[in-house]
């Protein structure tokens, strides 16, 4: 009976067997080099009640292939009973131009997936979503490389780009003593400390090292490199260090 139940097994099609979840066919296209990283930047705040939900979902982001999740905790909660331990008015003026140019509105927990698409930061559906029509359309867009301390860029664009150099924590916990969050103790996933250019390009083959004195930066265990339009445009590669 025993080799009755396997042979039955065998013989089944491969369409009644269960399918792959999409998390892990995605994490089989990575395996197979076919997906290209894409950035997903969540603006948050340790004063935001609704943020908490959507810095969980970016840890959870984080850990599947092909994804450069970064945190940049903003600073317009300030002035309502806690001042973000993380904050940096830089994040802050990178949301507002986000919103400007989509034509849209600043607010938290907000997600934008490859510097174009602005969403709810804790609708998890809706970012995969974003995540997925963005692979799906994008094509054979620039190649972005990592060989040590060597950057090498390649493809074609229609206007100059932008490198940057983020460096990040990988993870902070924050206790919160005050405002809307008080009492609870948060989690924040590569959380930028500094963000510096690394040079502009304008397409064709590229090869720019990076100086050791920019991975030195106090307070950062990692970093990550973005090539994006100028003026809070379109992310055109994006991948971690």
Known sequence: MRWLIV??????????RAPATA???RAQQATAGTMRPVLVELFTAQGCSSCPPADEFLDRLSREPAIVAISRPVTYWDALGWRDTLARPANTNL??????RSRGEAYTPQAVVQGRVLLVGGREGAVHRAIDEYRAAAGAGPRLRLEGRILLLDGR???SAEIRLLALRSRVRVAIGRGE???????????????????SWRG???RLPIPP???RTPGADRYAVI???PGAGQVLAAAYL
Do not use: H, K, W
Request: proline letters at 6%.
């Open 7 to 16: 042979l039955i097994f065998l013989a089944m099609p491969a369409c009644q």
């Open 23 to 25: 998390e892990q066919a």
């Open 95 to 100: 949301q507002y131009a986000y919103a400007r």
């Open 157 to 159: 664009i229609s206007a």
């Open 181 to 199: 969050n008080s009492g609870q103790t948060v989690d924040y996933i590569n959380v930028v400390v500094d963000e510096v250019p690394l040079g």
């Open 204 to 206: 064709g083959p590229l």
């Open 213 to 215: 004195a920019r991975l």
């Open 227 to 229: 090539v994006q339009e």
